[in-house]
């Protein structure tokens, strides 16, 4: 999937958003359940739909959060590569 056609999509399926995030579709069906990834459910299968805009934001807040740890975990690095 391009990164063009996403920007024409409003809704993703959960396929699509795996494809994007390269994860396995079991690893992108707990993200919605667990809430992390907000998600719609429609029809009358009750099939899971991603607005383009909230995986944006998901991927910014993983950002977010990922430069928080590492920016946590590098003073105990130092003290611990200090104190060899």
């Known amino acids: 999937m391009e990164v063009r056609v996403l ?3 409003r ?6 958003v795996g494809e994007v995030l ?3 579709s079991s690893q992108t069906y707990a993200l919605v359940r667990s809430g992390e990834l907000p998600a ?3 029809g009358g ?9 909230i995986l944006e934001e998901f991927i910014a ?5 990922s430069a928080a740890a590492v920016k946590d975990a590098a003073p105990a690095e130092r ?3 200090s104190s060899r």
């Open 22 to 24: 390269n994860i396995s």
């Open 61 to 65: 807040r993983a950002y977010e959060k």
């Open 40 to 42: 719609i459910q429609i």
């Open 45 to 53: 299968r009750g099939q899971w739909r991603v607005e383009t805009h």
């Open 79 to 81: 003290r611990e590569s």
């Open 11 to 16: 809704f993703l399926t959960l396929a699509d």
């Open 7 to 9: 920007a024409e999509k």
